[in-house]
């Protein structure tokens, strides 16, 4: 590899993260306030409302298409806030003694503070979150404060949710108790202009992915002890991307477990100076949160290392006492592996895991789930998978406990039944 095609790729490791968090702050903000309007009178442009929520309101299915891996445990509440004319107050209900969480990541993709039940519990709260050049007072009915590395900050909210009837509806209220204000309780929302099509995930081209980053950077500085690489010189941005773009997504590197399980992010707070995992996260698992919050253990290989596949019946038993340790829940995950969706199937269930009603255990206190096509009968603990077709799992644990952050967890193998 000759100078310029290193100095043109290193730029692009470093620097992806910051056009994927652009790219994402284009595709999931809104057009329209509810009550200031549309951010432009003219369709197609990029021009959209931050420092406003918007929600789901109820959990994903097998029709939604939007979201690859999605989760069935919770639905989200999402912002982006701009932090470049002054703090932002996160003003949250009481949550009761539901799960959520509002996690916090900076432009470069580092997951680096929280609001929710794990870090400042369930209460009523207001948090204020500032940029690094605010040096003012902070007012009094402030619960929490939280300063960011940069002025582009993404807010991505989950919260559990039961059913999609009646918990539902108690969740959306919940939802409709998020506001994003300034100091003095004015509506924070602000317009801005995204440049991006944020539905256009192909390899972007050097003079827009240029001009994204450049504009990035000077909101947000390179995280302290990293040395900007930026910019490459000219023309070295046109080989770079695809080498990188095409690289990245080919290159997984999961920390496996064992017994055909891998985790495919593994992150706390900051990703240090490991700038190809950061790019390789924010090209293939952007948005994801740190290991405290939750960690997600997928299997795409049964015991003996084969692909799993629905033409087959297989078992996951979890031996006594072994089940997975959470501080909050967990829940296993089935998708289709050609597209990485949810399976539709007649019993409607997508996910099966501790909340599920009439989980069953053996006499002797293990739990073993069933994983095929075809109903395997009364009393058997049963997740749908997709008829002769391959599939993968995801095994999601929510506050998980010391044993699985450790990595000292046996996670058991899944075996042919």
Known sequence: MDTFTQEGEAAVVQTLPLFEMMRMRAATTAR?????????????????????????????????????????DTVYSNAWLDLSEGPVVIESPDMGERYWTLGLLDAWTNPFAYVGRRTTGNRAQRTLVHGPGWGGTVPAGITHTIRAAGDDVWLIGRILVEDDGADAERVRALQAGLRLVRLDGADAAMRVDTVLDGRDTRIPAPDLYRQVVDAALRRNPVPEGERLAWPPAAGALEAALPAVYEGLRNAGQPHDLGGGWAIPVMVRTHWGDDLLTRSRIARNFIGALGIDEAMYPTAEVDA?????????????????????????????????????????????????????????????????????????????????????????????????????LALRFDYPPIRQA
């Open 32 to 72: 329209r306030h509810p009550r200031l309007g549309f951010a432009a009178t003219e369709p197609g442009t990029g021009m959209r409302w931050v420092n406003q929520f918007t929600h789901t309101h109820r959990r994903l299915g097998p029709e939604d298409r939007e979201v690859v891996s999605p989760n069935n």
């Open 304 to 404: 003996g290392g084969e692909p799993l596949d629905g033409s087959r019946r297989y078992e996951l038993r979890f031996a006594p006492g072994r089940a997975p340790k959470v501080g909050a829940f967990w829940s296993l995950t089935m998708y289709r592996r050609s597209d990485c969706l949810f399976v539709a199937n007649p019993i409607a269930r997508y996910s099966i895991g501790d909340r599920t009603p009439g989980l069953r255990h053996e006499a002797d206190g293990s739990l073993a789930i069933r994983l095929q096509a075809d109903d395997p009968g009364p009393g058997a603990n049963w997740l749908p998978a997709p008829r002769d077709e391959r599939f993968y799992v995801v095994l999601r644990l929510y506050q998980p406990h010391a044993d699985h």
